[in-house]
């Protein structure tokens, strides 16, 4: 419940960016939810507030850019489509709302708690108590989903 708190902060921000400065608030938006787990050693407003920061599951460290933005696809989708005033805003909920009901029942069906951007960036949350020791053993023996062919073995 806690970690869906914090993604439900981190949403209220990019509603504050989106509404009162639509449009370019949607830009602002879509680019602090792209980079928002790269943030604070791999902690959003939202993940900072409530106690989680996400880390890689390549080497144990903070969250990349890359992996932020990956993570956070189920979001950045539906935010970007609604930059188009009226269809843009129907078709952002079309396609957001699914997307989050799905992200929100991986979260707890899973037995990992990973939701799909989690899966699909090589990443996980983890409670955060002050400085995080680097976790051993999680280097990853199988290519991602985003990683190119050539790095298989």
């Not at 504050?16 to 791999?42: E, H, K, N």
């Not at 507030?49 to 189920?74: H, K």
């Not at 799905?102 to 990992?112: A, M, N, Q």
Request: with cysteine; hydrophobic share 50%.
């Amino acid at each position: 419940m806690a970690r869906l708190i914090a993604k439900l902060i981190d949403i209220f921000v990019i509603l504050i960016l989106s509404i009162f400065f639509y449009p370019v608030g949607i830009i602002f938006s879509v680019g602090y939810i792209g980079v928002a787990d790269s943030l604070g050693q791999g902690q959003s407003v939202g993940k900072k507030f409530m106690g989680f920061a996400v880390i890689s599951l390549e080497d144990g460290g903070p969250c990349t850019y890359r992996q932020s933005f990956i993570r956070n696809l189920p979001l950045i989708i539906p935010l970007m489509l609604a930059i188009i005033p009226i269809w843009g805003w129907i078709l952002s909920f079309i396609v957001g709302i699914p997307l989050i009901l799905i992200e929100v029942y991986l979260l707890y069906r899973l037995d990992s708690g990973a939701r799909v951007g989690d899966v699909m960036a090589d990443t996980s949350v983890i409670a955060s108590d002050g400085p995080r020791p680097v976790k051993a053993g999680l280097a990853k023996s199988t290519a991602g989903w985003f990683e190119a062919s050539s790095n298989t073995h």
